[in-house]
């Protein structure tokens, strides 16, 4: 998996988890709506200071929207 597909399904996971629509998280982060659906696509790979605007959009760590399925299995395991 890449990093632009980890981001992309992360974000739509937790943004879908969170029930907030893309212009909201849009809103949020200060970018714009087609920015979020083209990563939510894996069109586009964030810098890391928009990576850490989404992340704090959403309410969670920004290595969380990184982390591919394996390590977020892991994740979730060591915490139990």
């Not at 937790?14 to 659906?37: D, F, H, N, P, T």
């Not at 696509?41 to 929207?65: D, M």
């Given at each position: ?11 739509r996971?937790?943004?879908?988890q ?25 069109e ?9 605007c ?8 920004p ?18």
């Amino acid at each position: 998996m890449t990093l632009e597909q980890a981001v992309a399904q992360n974000l739509r996971a937790v943004r879908m988890q969170r029930k907030l629509s893309q212009e909201r998280v849009a809103q949020k982060a200060g970018i714009s709506v087609s920015y979020v659906s083209m990563l939510e696509r894996g069109e586009r790979s964030p810098p890391l200071e928009t990576l850490e605007c989404i992340a704090k959009a959403l309410g969670v760590p920004p290595l969380s929207l990184l982390e591919g399925p394996s390590r977020q299995k892991l994740s979730r395991a060591a915490r139990g």
